[in-house]
């Protein structure tokens, strides 16, 4: 079992920047592909970025491509969102996700494949 804390959610004013972490504890951190998704009330939950396990792959929702940069540090077990640019529509509940694939190139956007999540930060973007 892998536990996932989300921090670094906070207000901000549009077109300014945060960094979102997540800590990882439990089994080994390097078996586990990393998901950002995100979530609003009365929406469904969103796929916002992925990373592989090996941080070779990178995959992100079209929504936020070049402006968004998901990282991880495994020697941490952190991974990491930048969020540049943002915009009132970036406002959402922040999840961190792990799911476990034998390529350490896969990522995936499909929430359903992910089996571990954490409790959410909260980022507010104001215009």
């Known amino acids: 079992q892998v536990q996932l804390v989300e921090s670094g959610g906070e207000l901000v004013q549009a077109g300014g920047s945060l960094r979102l972490s997540c800590a990882a504890s439990g089994r080994t951190f390097s078996n586990y592909a990393m998901g950002w998704f995100r979530q609003t009330p009365g929406k469904e939950r969103e796929f916002v970025a992925a990373?592989?396990?090996?941080?070779?792959?990178?995959a992100y929702a079209d929504s936020v491509k070049g402006r968004f940069t998901a990282s991880r540090d495994s020697a941490k077990n952190m991974v990491y969102l930048q969020m540049n640019s943002l915009k009132p529509e970036d406002t959402a509940v922040y999840y961190c996700?792990?799911?476990?694939?034998?390529?350490?190139?896969?990522?995936?956007?499909?929430?359903?494949?992910?089996?571990?999540w954490g409790q959410g930060t909260q980022v507010t973007v104001s215009s």
């Open positions: 996700a792990a799911t476990s694939p034998s390529s350490a190139y896969y990522t995936t956007g499909d929430r359903a494949q992910y089996d571990y």
């Open positions: 990373i592989s396990r090996n941080s070779v792959s990178k």
